[in-house]
Each structure stands twice: as structure tokens, then as C-alpha cells.
């Protein structure tokens, strides 16, 4: 199916719907499964829709992740992987926000955007939206936030991915994005929603405290042991609101197609 555009430059996959589901389950809901991954779909596959996507595609067909975020993606990767993912038997909504006009990607220049990605095996509720983070102006990728809400095993959860500036290019560019991230997600939970986010955040555990409990109000799947995501640094994250999750447990695994490692969650969902 092609992607259907939602704004300027945010597009859409698969099924939405305009009511939301229940408020709180009615039991616990153990096994939950996340799934975060840049998969440097521009720099290191140039817009490639095969490899990269294919590889990534039997990750999620064998995991059975819940909920999968998405960074640095073509957009044409993007919707290749969705139709994958169909005709596999894995239906996912899906939605996909762009970060920049110039790429590696191949196509008109529509078509080549990349950016960030959500894939939800639940319905999606409303419409996605992007949330531009602090930027440079001079600087051709604008970071920022693509969220959606959708069907978490029967209830609404918010749910979004970004991918922050370098660190060792902008650290203050990277502190500002860092803060807003933080505002808007605690902002989020603590008006009782279900909240799931994660991304590339080019920053460690330790600069992150406005998001990690006690500072914020959330934790990260893998936080007991903070595997190395990108060379021997943990950069990549899924976070899940504390009040909402308990159990949570993270792995890492490589991949022959980018520089990241793919990070696996799990999670109970609390009633």
C-alpha cells in the first residue's frame, strides 16, 4: 500500500481509526515487545530497499514485537517494510516523520527523505503528528519527534521516536532537543497516559536524568545492564512511564547493515 500523507512531511500506514480503546486493561499484560533500531538506511545503505529491510523485517517477524522505532529511514525503506510485513502475515500500522530534504536515499526528492518511524501492531487512533525539536537553522536535518497514539493489547498508549543531533557535533543542540524530549514525554505521563518512546538520543544513560526516574518519570528497558548500542556506547533507548510498566527486561543484537545494534524490550503492562 502507499503511504498516505498526513502533512508535509509525515505519511501513514495501515489501519486508523478515530475512537480510542479503553482507558486501563483489565488485568495485567505481560510479554509486551519493543523493538528500536536505526538502521542507517542513508548513509550506510544509500536507500537500499532490499538488505537492510529484509534483514529488519524477519527481526520483527521473529521477535513479534508490539511496538518497533525506527531511525534514519527512508521513507521508500519504510514502505517496503510495511508491505513486507503484510504479505509475511505481520500487519502493522505505521507512521513516519522526515528529518530532512537531502539524502542518500534514491527518488525525486520527495522520495528521499529519511527520518523516523513507528510500527504498532495495534491500530492506529487519530492522526500522527512531528514535533519539531530545537534546532539550528543552518543545519539541513531538523530533529524531531514523530508520534502516534495506537492500540496497545487493548488500550491507548502514546507512542513516538526521534533521533537527536550528535553530541560530539552540537552538545548544546543536543542538551536543548534532550530537555524538550524529556518536557514533553513527562508531560505526557504524568497526565496518566500510557507512554512508549525511544530512538537514537546520541547521548548516554547518564545524560539523560530529566528522563530516567527519579529525575523524570520513566524507565529503560535495558537499564540494568546498558548494552552498547553504537560501537561501546549506549545511545539508543526504548523508555516506558513507570506508573504504566513493570518487568521490563532489554538485549541487543547486530546487524550487518548498520552501525547501530537493533535493541530488543519486554515489559508487563500494568492494569
Known sequence: M???????RVWRWGHWVSRPSSATPANDVPGLRFLE????????????????VDELGQSIVEYRPDIVLLNEACLGQVDRLW???TL?????SACFGATTGTSRCPGA????????????RGSGIGAPEMLVLPNRSAVAEQRSVISMAADLRGVRALISATHLSPRSKDQVCNRLQISE??????EKASAGNIVVFGGDFNATPDQLQEI?????RFQEVDYVDN?????TRKIDFIFLNVQKFSGLSGQTATSRFSDHRSLKGQATLRA
Do not use: H
Not at 538502521?39 to 532490499?50: P, Q
Not at 548494552?227 to 560501537?231: H, K, L, Q, R
Open 2 to 8: 502507499a503511504p498516505i500523507p498526513s502533512g508535509t
Open 37 to 52: 533500531f536505526n538502521m542507517c538506511g542513508s548513509a550506510c545503505n544509500k536507500g537500499d530497499v532490499i538488505g537492510v
Open 83 to 85: 508491505d513486507q510485513l
Open 88 to 92: 509475511m502475515g505481520y500487519r502493522m
Open 109 to 120: 526528492e520527495g522520495e528521499r527523505w529519511y527520518g523516523n518511524a513507528v510500527f504498532t
Open 181 to 186: 524530549v524529556a518536557r514533553i514525554q513527562n
Open 212 to 216: 530516567y526516574v527519579p529525575g523524570g
Open 227 to 231: 548494552e552498547a548500542t553504537y560501537s
